[in-house]
Nanobody
Framework: VQFVESGGGLVQSGGSLRLSCAAS????????VGWYRQAPGKQRELVAA???????NYVDSVKGRFTISRDNAKNTVYLQMNSLKPEDTAVYYC?????????WGQGTQVTVSS
């Protein structure tokens, strides 16, 4: 198992959640890690990621609402999600960025009610 995602749940529109992605030290040291999501009937998409040289990338729909961070000592990457909207409902995964070629974890379900 390369990634273990947690922290999802059911929240009302406007609420917040913090997702966690636990990975091995080797993965964290070698790869940039990103958060991806897949909504029902849609393709998986990138949500946020650490890019080379410490920068971060966000999909336009979450800019200003989501923040990616990491704790290197815990080999964990977080996704703080604020001002959640029903359209954020999806299963959230983490994987390598920009090419998510590692094995996918089970993901964590985020459901935002209106």
């Amino acid at each position: 198992v390369q990634f273990v995602e947690s922290g999802g749940g059911l929240v009302q529109s406007g609420g917040s959640l913090r997702l966690s992605c636990a990975a091995s030290q080797i993965i964290v040291n070698i790869y940039n890690v990103g958060w991806y999501r897949q909504a029902p009937g849609k393709q998986r998409e990138l949500v946020a990621a650490f890019a080379p040289r410490g920068s971060t990338n966000y999909v336009d729909s979450v800019k200003g609402r989501f923040t990616i961070s990491r704790d290197n000592a815990k080999n964990t990457v977080y996704l703080q999600m604020n001002s959640l909207k029903p359209e954020d409902t999806a299963v959230y995964y983490c994987n390598a960025y920009p090419s998510p070629t590692l094995s996918w974890g089970q993901g964590t379900q985020v459901t935002v009610s209106s």
